[in-house]
C-alpha cells in the first residue's frame, strides 16, 4: 500500500559500493515496523566525506544491481542530478512538497550517521519533514556525544511505531534491527588487498566491480 496516509521510508548514502550493511537491516526494518517500500537515494556529493572512489554512474548502477530481485527497493535519482552538495534536508524539503503536508515521511540512517547528524546542513529541519529511524550499527554508541544533542534526541524520540505511521514527521525511532558488521571501506580495503568479499554484498554486485576493475589496488 502506498497511499497519502502510509509510512514512506527513505534511506539515503554513498553506497560506495552498496553491501549487506545497508540492505539487510533495512529489510528486517522493513517487516518489523510495516513498511512496503523504501527509496534509495544514492548522493552525488556527499556532504561531509571526501569524493567516493566510484563514479556516481558506478554506485548508481550497483545499487540497481543490488535491489534488482528486491521489490522492497526503488532508486530515486534525485541527487545524482544535483551538482551541489547533497544536502539532506533539501533533497527531505522537495519530497515534503511533493507528498503534502500530512503524508508520513522517514529518513532511515545507520547509528553512526545519528552521532554525527547535528552537524548536518540545518539538520533541525530534517525532523520539520521528516521522522528519523535509526538502524543499530555494531561499534557506535545510542548516546550523543554532546549533552544538549542528547536532549534534543530525548526530545524527539518514540518507541511506539505508531506515531511514525500517524503523523507526518517529527519523531526519532531508534530501532532494534541486528547488527551486521560490514562497512564499504572494509570491503574497499579487502578488494584492494584480492581478499574475498563474498559474504559482504549481492554477487551482482561484486561481479560488477570486479568486471570494471573498480577499488583495486594502485
Ligand atoms: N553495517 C551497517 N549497519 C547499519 N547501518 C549501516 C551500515 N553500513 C552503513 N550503514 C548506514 O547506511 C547509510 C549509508 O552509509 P554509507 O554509504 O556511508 O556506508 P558505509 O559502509 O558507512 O561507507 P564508508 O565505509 O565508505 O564510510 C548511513 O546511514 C550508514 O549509517
Ligand atoms: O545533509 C547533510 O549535511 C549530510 C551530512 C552527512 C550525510 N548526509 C546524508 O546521509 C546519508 C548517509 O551518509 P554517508 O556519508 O554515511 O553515506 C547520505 O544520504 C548523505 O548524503 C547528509
Redesign the pocket.
Known amino acids: 500500500m502506498d497511499d497519502m496516509t502510509s509510512l514512506q521510508a527513505i534511506y539515503?548514502?554513498?553506497f560506495d559500493p552498496v553491501h549487506y550493511g545497508h540492505l539487510k537491516p533495512v529489510e528486517i526494518l522493513a517487516n518489523q515496523i510495516g513498511l512496503s517500500k523504501v527509496i534509495i537515494?544514492p548522493?552525488n556529493v556527499?556532504?561531509?566525506?571526501p569524493q567516493p572512489e566510484a563514479s556516481s554512474e558506478q554506485r548508481k548502477r550497483m545499487v540497481e544491481l543490488a535491489i534488482a530481485d528486491k521489490p522492497l527497493f526503488v532508486l530515486d535519482e534525485r541527487e545524482l542530478k544535483r551538482d551541489t552538495p547533497?544536502?539532506?534536508?533539501l533533497t527531505l524539503k522537495e519530497m515534503r512538497e511533493e507528498a503534502g503536508a500530512q503524508k508520513p515521511l522517514a529518513f532511515i540512517?545507520g547509528q553512526d550517521?545519528l552521532l554525527n547528524f547535528p552537524s548536518?546542513?540545518q539538520y533541525e529541519t530534517i525532523l520539520d519533514n521528516a521522522h528519523l529511524i535509526v538502524t543499530r550499527r555494531p561499534g557506535y554508541p545510542l548516546e550523543m556525544a554532546e549533552e544538549q544533542h542528547q536532549r534534543w534526541l530525548e526530545n524527539h524520540l518514540t518507541w511506539d511505531i505508531e506515531n511514525l505511521h500517524s503523523q507526518p514527521a517529527g519523531k526519532i525511532y531508534l530501532a532494534e534491527t541486528p547488527w551486521f558488521d560490514i562497512s564499504a571501506t572494509i570491503i574497499r580495503e579487502r578488494l584492494e588487498k584480492g581478499e574475498p568479499c563474498d559474504d559482504l554484498l549481492p554477487e551482482a554486485v561484486l561481479e560488477y566491480i570486479h568486471q570494471h576493475g573498480l577499488y583495486q589496488a594502485g
Open positions: 539515503g548514502g554513498t537515494i548522493n556527499p556532504p561531509h566525506r547533497s544536502w539532506t534536508a540512517i550517521s548536518w546542513h
